[in-house]
T-cell receptor, first 109, second 113 residues
Framework: GEDVEQSLFLSVREGDSSVINCTYT??????LYWYKQEPGAGLQLLTY?????DMKQDQRLTVLLNKKDKHLSLRIADTQTGDSAIYFC?????????FGAGTTVTVRA | GAGVSQTPSNKVTEKGKYVELRCDPI?????LYWYRQSLGQGPEFLIY????????DSGLPNDRFFAVRPEGSVSTLKIQRTERGDSAMYLC???????????FGQGTRLTVV
C-alpha cells in the first residue's frame, strides 16, 4: 500500500528559502507531485517530477528526488507572504494519487 | 470551462438527508476522480471514472456513497442517509487521460449537522 509522510509545519521568514520534505513508500510510483492549498480552496498543481529524474527546477521552485531513499523535497526560493498555504506531496501509481497530510507553511515578515 | 467546476461550494445538511455533489470537468478530459479531504488530512481517493464507467470505486467508504457520470462529462457524487462523519471537503479532479496530470476543482465543503 501507499503511505506518504510530511512534516506538519514550517515557519519561514519572508525572503528566505523554504524546504518541505516528504517520504513515500510505493516504489512503483511513476510521478510525484506537489500541490498547494490555500484556506478553504481546492488543490493547485505546483509542479511534478517523473520518477527517473533527480531534479526539476521551475522558476522559484526546485524539486529534488532521491529515489533510493524515497525522499522528495520542494524548495521555494525567496519565499513571499503569498506562499503561505498547505503544501501536499503526492505519489501517483497508475491513475491514483496518494497524498501526505500536508505541510502548513507560514511566512512571517 | 477553463477549469474543474464543483457545485455547490458549500452544503449544510441534516443528519439522515440525501445530498448530491456535482462536478463539471475540464472539457475533453476523459478521466474524472473524486477525493475526500477530512480536516487536517490529505485528500483520499474515492472513485475513478474513465469515460462513463467507474473503473475503480474501491475508495467509496460504504454503500451510502454512489457516483455517476452518465454522459462521460459531468459527474454527481450521491450520499444517502448522511452521517456527521461524512462532513469533509469533497474534491473532484479530471485529467486528459488516466496517466496524465490531474487538475482539481475548488471542492464542495459538506457539513452534516
Amino acid at each position: 500500500g501507499e503511505d506518504v509522510e510530511q512534516s506538519l509545519f514550517l515557519s519561514v521568514r519572508e525572503g528566505d528559502s523554504s524546504v518541505i520534505n516528504c517520504t513515500y513508500t510505493d516504489s512503483s510510483s511513476t510521478y510525484l507531485y506537489w500541490y498547494k492549498q490555500e484556506p478553504g480552496a481546492g488543490l493547485q498543481l505546483l509542479t511534478y517530477i517523473f520518477s527517473n529524474m533527480d531534479m526539476k527546477q521551475d522558476q522559484r521552485l526546485t524539486v529534488l528526488l532521491n529515489k533510493k531513499d524515497k525522499h522528495l523535497s520542494l524548495r521555494i526560493a525567496d519565499t513571499q507572504t503569498g506562499d503561505s498555504a498547505i503544501y501536499f506531496c503526492a505519489e501517483r501509481s497508475d491513475y491514483k494519487l496518494s497524498f501526505g497530510a500536508g505541510t502548513t507553511v507560514t511566512v512571517r515578515a | 470551462g477553463a477549469g474543474v467546476s464543483q457545485t455547490p461550494s458549500n452544503k449544510v445538511t441534516e443528519k439522515g438527508k440525501y445530498v448530491e455533489l456535482r462536478c463539471d470537468p475540464i472539457s475533453g478530459h476523459t478521466a474524472l476522480y473524486w477525493y475526500r479531504q477530512s480536516l487536517g488530512q490529505g485528500p483520499e481517493f474515492l472513485i475513478y471514472f474513465q469515460g462513463t464507467g467507474a473503473a475503480d470505486d474501491s475508495g467509496l467508504p460504504n454503500d451510502r456513497f454512489f457516483a455517476v457520470r452518465p454522459e462521460g462529462s459531468v459527474s454527481t457524487l450521491k450520499i444517502q442517509r448522511t452521517e456527521r462523519g461524512d462532513s469533509a471537503m469533497y474534491l473532484c479532479a479530471s485529467s486528459q487521460q488516466a496517466n496524465t496530470e490531474a487538475f482539481f476543482g475548488q471542492g464542495t465543503r459538506l457539513t452534516v449537522v
